[in-house]
């Protein structure tokens, strides 16, 4: 057994707690001092949560249909900036997101359409609705098995009932917020922490996702 699955030491009335902690968004630091550990311990601890959740979320490997919303975010970085060099310093993600259903998101080195379009075809089934913005890297879906509604962010926001993009919207919104409670992520830990949050997301509300963690838990650490 690899090293990061070994069974925690910790007595299991710890963990437990640690585990409620974790999934109330509580930050290590915070934690440690809460449950009575060093932060140290409650660090190690909370990281292999982390790891716990990205592989289980990258087990569910997705294959989507019906009406799907896809879109771009940035992540990190030290200034603002437009799409593609204005993004400089910052993490791109792209994301997959079911009415209705689940996020999915991947880590992109750019939003070309070289990029997208094979991640795309590999995800989404034909004949699905799909919804985008105005990116360019979108337009080869005007003329592809899917069904392509395109939203400009320029003239509104929503226009009309079904043509938007509010729920990827509405994850990444929830995601950045998370994030900032930790005061700067680590670049090789981003990964982790962006998987954190799809499982947030997928497993909500949050009674749920204590009984999914300890279930996973009990699995390698309890």
Not at 91 to 99: C, N, S, T, W
Not at 118 to 127: A, H, K, Y
Request: some cysteine; aromatic content about 10%.
């Amino acid at each position: 057994m690899d090293r990061a699955r070994r069974k925690s030491r910790l007595p299991r009335s710890i963990q437990e707690e640690l585990i409620r902690q974790f999934v109330a968004g509580t930050t290590a630091r915070a934690a440690a001092d809460l449950v009575g550990v060093n932060r140290h311990t409650a660090t190690l601890y909370f990281r292999k949560l982390r790891e716990i959740i990205a592989r289980q979320v990258a087990a569910e490997t997705p294959f989507l249909s019906g009406e799907i919303e896809l879109d771009e975010s940035y992540f990190g970085g030290h200034r603002k900036g437009k799409r593609g060099r204005g993004a400089a310093g910052k993490v791109i993600v792209f994301g997959l997101l079911k009415r209705g259903g689940k996020v999915h998101t991947l880590i992109v080195p750019d939003t070309r359409t070289s990029t997208l379009e094979p991640i795309i075809r590999e995800t989404v089934r034909p004949d699905s609705i799909v919804y985008t913005d105005g990116l360019t890297s979108y337009d080869v879906l005007d003329v592809s098995e899917f069904r392509h509604h395109r939203i400009n962010h320029s003239q509104a926001f929503v226009e009309g009932k079904t043509n938007h993009i509010n729920g990827i919207e509405n994850f990444w919104n929830q995601a950045k917020r998370h994030m900032r409670r930790f005061n700067g992520i680590p670049k090789d830990q981003f990964p982790l922490f962006l998987k954190e949050c799809e499982w947030r997301f997928n497993y909500r509300p949050t009674q749920n996702l204590y009984k999914v963690l300890l279930k996973w838990a009990k699995q390698e650490l309890l």
